[in-house]
């Protein structure tokens, strides 16, 4: 097990992390200010739907349009947890994007792409080309769900959630809490609450993110989270309970507030060359 030493600033003890591999980079740098087994290649499930969002955006998704969830939705969605999105009805695409980045809908990614103009495995080959084009070497797609392969890193996988939350629309609806779509016509109304729970239990200033499971991937959960002002993003992979990566969020979160928060605010959030973690 591989875990970074303290920042010479950052003063105490690390955080005792479960999960099999975490990390933490500053936002705005992409500096490293925690890390345990970063860089090893693991499942990474539903996690993988940050990659959907990002494809079906850049592909010029119609958010006011309307898709309907079909046959090919459900069954590219078998194997996963319920869904809620009935096969026939009709949703505007940006509640598609709310189910799928809210509450993991798995029936939501193919229905995205068809309504961007791909079919299920032109969108894998886009989820590919942003990994490429983001230098994410370790990061590679055969499934759109999540639920059948896909494999990251940590490390590329808090990069991937930086590169995600620059984009407002994707930022404010892994920031909702909960959400309600309706169906075309009204017929069916659906409630969802966020998957995330550091984000609903508003403990830290959290900017949001998406989680994750199946048996070869574990429970994983990558955030958005400020402190002091400054952001940083994070990934908790392959833990073993579906609290642990919460519980592990909640240790980080404590010691960036105490050790880490005030050193970037005092330094206007600039860590000097000297202070970079080794």
């Given amino acids: 097990m591989s875990l970074t030493s303290a920042p010479s600033w950052a003063g105490g003890e690390l955080p005792q992390v479960k999960s099999a591999s975490a990390v933490v980079l500053d936002a705005s740098t992409g ?7 970063a860089d090893q290649v693991r499942s990474i499930a539903s996690t993988t739907k940050i990659f959907v969002a990002m494809a079906v955006r850049e592909h010029e998704l119609d958010l006011e349009g309307w898709t309907e969830v079909t046959k090919g939705d459900a069954h590219e969605a078998r194997g996963g947890s319920r869904t809620r999105l009935a096969v026939g009805d009709k949703f505007r695409n940006q509640d598609l994007l709310r189910a799928m980045l809210i509450a993991s809908d798995n029936r939501a990614p193919t229905a995205l792409a068809r309504a961007a103009g791909m079919d299920r495995d032109e ?6 080309k942003i990994a490429k084009r983001l230098k994410l070497a370790k990061t590679k797609f055969s499934d759109p769900t999540g639920l059948r392969g896909n494999v990251s890193t940590a490390r590329e996988m808090a990069l991937a959630l930086r590169t995600a939350l620059e ?7 892994m920031a909702d809490p909960a959400e309600t779509i309706v169906a075309q016509g009204g017929k069916h109304r659906i409630e969802y609450s966020s998957t995330n729970r550091a984000l609903v239990a508003k403990t830290y200033d959290v900017i949001g993110g998406k989680t994750g499971y199946t048996e070869a991937a574990g429970y994983c959960f990558i955030t958005g989270a400020r402190f002091a002002g400054k952001e940083v993003v994070m990934a908790f992979l392959k833990a073993e309970g579906k609290d642990t990566r919460f519980a592990d969020f909640n240790r980080v979160a404590e010691w960036m507030s105490n050790r880490i928060a005030p050193v970037l605010s005092s330094k206007s959030g600039t860590l000097l060359e000297n202070d970079r973690p080794k």
Avoid: S
């Fill in 123 to 128: 969108l894998v080959a886009a989820m590919n």
């Fill in 31 to 37: 500096t490293e200010l925690f890390g345990k087994d």
């Fill in 167 to 173: 984009d407002d629309v994707l930022r404010k609806i």
